[in-house]
Structures are given as structure tokens and as C-alpha cells.
């Protein structure tokens, strides 16, 4: 039962290089997140994918597109990185009924760091 | 925007109860409060979800006064392993872009 899995695990980049992370989840979940989180600032949401085909802004969705490949894949793509991105960077999945009120599954994170 | 307030960090010792209250004076009549857990290099997991009175599951109780402007998550005997960033979710009922965690309660169990 793997739930949401992200990879990579850990990445380096340079300034100026770009990456995409992937995530899925295999819970026929219809709802999907990326969030980061930085030290003492929480958990702020990047972008949501309420439903397969649709993406939508959260908190801070500057410098970061993304991806809802189907309904098991939502994929975050830095396409310059900046050193303000280092970060970790966590995926979330969760049926989609009545947002907020749902239950997310994360996966366990991507560590970022941009030199 | 619905904006909890919690402590930023509460010390136990293991087999004591622990409480962690949460503000959220600008909760939304349709809005669930949900508590998670994280631990260090891991994605924050479900607790427990209620939205007034009193739920109680395997891991946790959590508590709602009647004008719902706060809830308390209950840890009963604590142990080390409870050690983890608590945090309160309240949402409001205008869409997925309010879905932030805010800062957590650091909980520390010691010995």
C-alpha cells in the first residue's frame, strides 16, 4: 500500500536550472497538492489540482508550474531555480469530496536545495 | 481567511496527558477542524477531524466548545514517540487556496 509517492527524494541544482518533481498516489483520489515547507513557516500550499484536468494557485505559486498528468500523477516543475526555492517540498492527495475538509495523505517529501 | 493561533512549542514527560489548543475565532459555519502530525523528514498525517462537541478515536480526543472559536487536541500518556509538530487546520468555505497549515505546535516528550 504505497499511498503517495514522490521522487526525487533529494535534488541539487544551480541557479538557473530547472527540474520537475513527480508525484502519485494510488488511492483513485481525485484531489492533489504541492505544498512546501520551510523552516518555522509551516506548510504553504504551491498549486492544487482539485479534479483530473484542472490546476489551480495556492499561497505561493510564483515560479513553479504544474502538471496533472491523469488522475494518479501531478507533477511541479521549477523551470529556473532560485535559491529562495530550496525547500522541502511535499505532495498530498485526498478524495475531493468538500475541500477544506478533507483528509490529505502526503507523501514524504522532496529536499530541495538550490546553490 | 480563517488564521489559527496555536503555541509555538509545549515540553511533557511521558505518561502525562497533553493538551494543545488551537484559536480560530473566524471559523465558517460549514468548516471541519482537523489536527495532524509530523514528524522530522516526514509529510504531516491525519489525527483526528470533529466539528463541535467531543471526538475520541485510537490516538487522540478532541474537544469543541459550543461556539467552536477554539479547539483542544488531547494526547492521553504521551510517550517519546508522540515527539512532532502538531498543527490545527481550519478551512473556509470558499475553496481549495485556503488550505494552510500554519506554524504547528512543537511538542517535546522527555524521559
Known amino acids: 500500500n504505497a499511498g503517495v509517492t514522490q521522487t526525487p527524494k533529494f535534488q541539487v541544482l544551480k541557479t538557473g536550472q530547472s527540474m520537475t518533481l513527480q508525484c502519485a498516489q494510488d488511492m483513485n483520489h481525485n484531489s492533489m497538492y504541492w505544498y512546501r515547507q520551510d523552516p518555522g513557516m509551516g506548510l504553504r500550499l504551491i498549486y492544487y489540482?482539485?479534479?483530473?484536468?484542472?490546476?489551480d494557485k495556492g499561497e505561493v505559486p510564483n515560479g513553479y508550474n504544474v502538471s496533472r498528468l491523469n488522475k494518479r500523477e501531478f507533477s511541479l516543475r521549477l523551470e529556473s531555480a532560485a535559491p529562495s526555492q530550496t525547500s522541502v517540498y511535499f505532495c498530498a492527495s485526498s478524495e475531493g469530496r468538500v475541500p477544506p475538509n478533507e483528509k490529505l495523505f502526503f507523501g514524504s517529501g522532496t529536499q530541495l536545495s538550490v546553490l | 481567511l480563517a488564521k489559527t493561533t496555536q503555541p509555538i512549542s509545549m515540553d511533557s514527560y511521558e505518561g502525562q496527558e497533553v493538551n494543545i489548543t488551537c484559536s480560530h475565532n473566524n471559523i465558517a459555519t460549514n468548516d471541519y477542524i482537523t489536527w495532524y502530525q509530523q514528524f522530522p523528514s516526514q509529510g504531516p498525517r491525519f489525527i483526528i477531524q470533529g466539528y463541535k462537541t467531543k471526538v475520541t478515536n485510537e490516538v487522540a480526543s478532541l474537544f469543541i466548545p459550543a461556539d467552536r472559536k477554539s479547539s483542544t487536541l488531547s494526547l492521553p500518556r504521551v510517550s517519546l514517540s508522540d515527539t512532532a509538530v502538531y498543527y490545527c487546520l481550519v478551512g473556509e468555505n470558499s475553496g481549495y487556496s485556503t488550505l494552510t497549515f500554519g506554524k504547528g505546535t512543537m511538542l517535546l516528550v522527555s524521559p
Open positions: 489540482s482539485a479534479s483530473e484536468g484542472t490546476t
